[in-house]
Structures are given as structure tokens and as C-alpha cells.
């Protein structure tokens, strides 16, 4: 009983791992992808948030109930908390230097962000 | 405790503007705030030797130290919101865990089909620091930035129309107006 809900919790921990590393992987094809600072950096946000939440999680099932896995989970408020402050500032210092963001029209035409494609 | 945090809010800016160096502070608050940090040291280092318990005695008492002196006592006040923000990073999870899919799929599909729009919010929340939350929420969630915050107003980047009308709508605000409500 116990080994089989330990095998449970290995086959979780790795696929939030897997899942974590392929949140990794698009979030760094999108800031590659997409054409401007501001589109770029919601890619760079899906490591940011969805990477590490997945795959800090994964890490607290490999451990288990100790220190160690108490240590993630702060480690883990201090990234939840620190990680969108940094963002922030990042994106109104953008906005201070005068860099313009990309607007799309309203509805139908949506050429502008063309030239990435 | 009918008199919420709008009245805490307004008391403790007026404290703030009559007496900046002085110490309004409960001596409980200031214990509270050294008992977690002596506890997260302790943790944190996990070695037991007289001469890192003095240093970290040291340095959580300097941190104490300049939380008062930031007005952090004055500002913010965490604890009537804990109690409610459990259910609420649940439900921050569950946005979080559904816009990735959304940006993912963006960030994936041949033809990238972006339409990056800018939204003005109004924070229903009157604190400032439901304001921080909110604010930080909504980085927080792909696909939606946080661009400007001041007194309440946001600019946020959105990085489709759908997000950008999906946060227009406002359920994420009402949620952190209602953890500072009643």
C-alpha cells in the first residue's frame, strides 16, 4: 500500500518536473518569438510563475515531509512574491525610457504585429 | 471589527504625517515581527552555534529596527487579511494555471496571433496594500503585465484582446476587494 502510494507520488513529482522544463522551453521560445519587449516579457512570465510553481512542487514531492521541503515552500513565497515586483519594475521602467508598446486595433485588422511572422 | 481597513488605512496615514519618528507601535507587533524572524533564522541556518544565535539575534532586531522606521507597522497591516487569502491564492492558482495554457498556445500556434492591448483599471480595493496585491496578481497571471500603479489606477498589458477583456470584466478585482472587505 505504501509503496504503491509512493510510486503515485514519484510518477506526480515527475510529470510537474516534466511539465516545469516544457513551461521553461515555451516561455523561452515565446520571448524569442515575439516581436517587442512588452509581448516578450508575458512569455518570460509563464517561466517565471507557471515554471517554478510546477516545478518547485515537484522538488516538495521528491523530498517529502522534512526541513528541505519547508525550505522550498518559502523559497517558493519569496518567488511568488519578489518575481512580479521585479516584472513590474522592469515593464514601468520600459514605460518611463519612452519605449512605446505595440497596440493592436480594436477588431479586424490585426497587421500590426506583422513583420514578426 | 466592523471599522475595516479603510479607517486603519486613514488613522494610520495621519499618524504617519503627526508623528514619523515616534513610536505609536504596539510593543506586541513588534515582538511578533521578531519572534518570525528569530524562527525563520533558526531555520534557516540550522547550525546551533553562540556565535551565529548572536548574529542572527543582531540582525533580526536591525530588521525590526528599520521596519519601524519604514513606517511598516504604520502601512501595512497584513494580519486581518490572512484569514481569507488562502481560498484566494487557490483561485489565483487556478487563473494562473489557465492563462499559462492561453499564452502556451499563443506562443506556440504557427501564425502568432497577438493582439496586445492596453487596459485602465480601477482597483475597487481602497487600501493600498490590496492595491499592491492586486497589481501583482496580475503579472503575476501570463499574459497580462502591470505597467503603471498610482493611487489605485493601473495600466496593465495585456498580451490578447481576450485576457485584456477578461480582466475588464473584473473578477479579479472584486476578489481582492472582497479580502479587505468587512
Redesign the interface.
Given at each position: 500500500m505504501t509503496e504503491l502510494f509512493d510510486s503515485a507520488v514519484t510518477v506526480l513529482s515527475w510529470a510537474l518536473l516534466l511539465t516545469g522544463a516544457a513551461?521553461v522551453l515555451?516561455?523561452g521560445?515565446?520571448a524569442l518569438?515575439?516581436?517587442e519587449i512588452?509581448?516578450r516579457?508575458?512569455?518570460a512570465?509563464?517561466t517565471d510563475?507557471?515554471a517554478s510553481?510546477l516545478i518547485l512542487t515537484g522538488i516538495m514531492l521528491q523530498s517529502g515531509l522534512t526541513?528541505a521541503t519547508?525550505?522550498v515552500v518559502?523559497i517558493l513565497a519569496f518567488l511568488?512574491?519578489t518575481?512580479?515586483?521585479a516584472?513590474?519594475s522592469l515593464?514601468?521602467a520600459a514605460?518611463l525610457a519612452g519605449l512605446r508598446?505595440?497596440?493592436?486595433r480594436?477588431k479586424g485588422s490585426?497587421s500590426e504585429?506583422g513583420e514578426?511572422? | 471589527m466592523i471599522p475595516t481597513s479603510e479607517t486603519d488605512a486613514s488613522a494610520s496615514t495621519d499618524s504617519e504625517t503627526t508623528a514619523t519618528s515616534g513610536s505609536p507601535t504596539p510593543l506586541i507587533s513588534l515582538i511578533g515581527l521578531f519572534l518570525v524572524l528569530v524562527a525563520a533564522w533558526l531555520l534557516w541556518s540550522g547550525l546551533y552555534k553562540p556565535l551565529l544565535l548572536t548574529l542572527g539575534a543582531i540582525s533580526c532586531a536591525l530588521c525590526v529596527y528599520l521596519a519601524t522606521r519604514m513606517n511598516f507597522f504604520e502601512t501595512t497591516s497584513i494580519l486581518p487579511l490572512l484569514p481569507r487569502l488562502p481560498l484566494y491564492w487557490l483561485w489565483l492558482l487556478k487563473e494562473i494555471a489557465l492563462s499559462s495554457l492561453e499564452v502556451a498556445r499563443v506562443v506556440l500556434s504557427p501564425r502568432l496571433e497577438l493582439s496586445p492591448t492596453i487596459v485602465d483599471l480601477d482597483a475597487e480595493a481602497q487600501t493600498e496594500l490590496c492595491h499592491v496585491i492586486l497589481g501583482n496578481s496580475i503579472t503575476l497571471t501570463p499574459g497580462t503585465i502591470t505597467l503603471d500603479i498610482y493611487k489605485g489606477r493601473l495600466v496593465v498589458h495585456a498580451l490578447t484582446a481576450e485576457g485584456a477583456a477578461a480582466l475588464k470584466e473584473g473578477k479579479m478585482n472584486r476578489r481582492v476587494a472582497a479580502l479587505e472587505a468587512r
Open positions: 513551461s515555451i516561455g521560445i515565446g518569438r515575439l516581436p512588452y509581448t516579457m508575458h512569455a512570465s509563464l510563475t507557471a510553481i526541513l519547508f525550505k518559502a511568488l512574491l518575481g512580479p515586483t516584472t513590474y515593464a514601468n514605460l508598446p505595440h497596440v493592436s480594436p490585426r504585429p514578426a511572422s | -
